[in-house]
C-alpha cells in the first residue's frame, strides 16, 4: 500500500509526519505455459486510499492479529522479526494479518487441518470470510473454531516499502509471495476491488504504460522482480532476507512527480 502525491494537505504533513501504519501485502503467483502470473486487483473509485489503482491483496494490520494462540507452522515469529527488523508480536501479527488479509480479498487460505496439509476449497467457509471483513470475527477464532493451522511456512518475505512522509496517509507495508495452493481459486470476491484477474507481471507493466491501469510505485517494481523470475519455484527459492526498509521521496518536477529512493 502507498500513496501518491498531495498537495498543500500533503505539505503540512511534510513538517509533522502521520504515522505509517502497519500493512501486509501478498503477491498470489501460479504458473502458466506463459510465464508466472500474480493476481491483481483495482480498488474502486470510491476508496480513501489508492482509489483506482492496481495492487495485491493487503491491507492493514488488525490488532488482533497479534494473538499468540493461532496454531502455527513454519519459521516462528522470532525468525520474521529478524528478517523484517522488527518485535516479535508485529511480525506474529503481520504474518497472519497477511493470510488474512488474502483470504479477505481473493478467498485463498493458507491454513491446514495441520502442518503439511492445506485447504483444498475454501467455500465451506464463505460465513467466516464476510464475518473477519467486517470485524466481527478475528483470525484466532476462525482457525480455532475450523480446527485450522495457519500455514506460514507458505508465505516468503519479499520487500518493506513506506509511503513518503509528506503523504496524509501512510502505510509501513511488508511484501509476501505465496504459490496458490492447489484445489483454491483466487475469486476477488470483495467490495475493494472493482475487477480482480490474473496477469504475467511483463503485461501488468505494459498495461501501466500504455495508461490502461495506475500503478504504484512499489506495485511497479515488485512486478519487475517477479518479471524476472522464470516460475513460482524461482520465486519462493529466492532470498531477500533480512528485508531492507525503503522509504522514496517524491519530488515535483514541472507537472510530474519523480519518485526517488
Not at 91 to 120: D, K
Not at 134 to 148: I, M, N, P, V, Y
Not at 229 to 249: F, H, Y
Request: glycine fraction near 10%.
Amino acid at each position: 500500500m502507498f500513496g501518491g502525491a498531495g498537495s498543500a494537505d500533503a505539505a503540512h504533513s511534510q513538517e509533522r509526519p502521520v504515522p505509517a501504519r502497519e500493512a501486509a501485502t501478498v503477491m498470489l503467483l501460479r504458473d502458466t505455459p506463459s510465464g508466472v502470473e500474480v493476481f491483481l486487483q483495482r480498488r474502486v473509485a470510491a476508496m480513501k486510499f489508492a482509489a483506482g489503482m492496481t495492487v495485491f491483496p493487503g491491507g492493514g494490520v488488525d490488532e488482533r492479529d497479534a494473538d499468540a494462540s493461532i496454531a502455527w507452522a513454519g519459521p516462528p515469529a522470532a525468525q520474521w522479526a529478524e528478517w523484517f527488523g522488527c518485535d516479535e508480536r508485529l511480525a506474529r501479527a503481520l504474518v497472519c494479518a497477511a493470510v488474512r488479509e488474502m483470504f479477505e480479498e481473493s478467498g485463498v487460505l493458507l491454513a491446514g487441518q495441520g502442518p503439511g496439509t492445506i485447504v483444498g476449497d475454501t467455500s465451506g467457509y464463505a460465513d467466516a470470510r464476510a464475518a473477519l471483513v467486517a470485524r466481527e470475527l478475528s483470525l484466532a477464532a476462525f482457525l480455532a473454531d475450523a480446527g485450522l493451522t495457519l500455514r506460514g511456512d507458505l508465505l516468503r518475505p519479499w520487500a518493506n516499502w513506506v509511503t513518503p512522509e509528506r503523504e496524509k496517509r501512510r502505510y509501513d507495508t511488508k511484501f509476501f509471495v505465496a504459490a496458490l495452493p492447489a484445489g483454491q481459486r483466487a475469486d476477488g470476491d470483495t467490495t475493494e476491488a472493482a475487477e480482480s484477474g490474473w496477469r504475467t507481471p511483463a503485461d501488468a507493466m505494459a498495461d501501466g504504460e500504455a495508461g490502461r491501469s495506475m500503478l504504484m510505485p512499489p506495485t511497479w517494481a515488485m512486478l519487475a522482480d517477479l518479471a524476472a523470475c522464470r516460475d513460482v519455484a524461482e520465486v519462493l527459492a529466492t532470498d531477500r532476507t533480512p528485508v531492507p526498509k525503503l522509504m522514496p521521496t517524491l519530488r515535483l518536477d514541472g507537472e510530474s512527480v519523480l519518485v526517488e529512493l
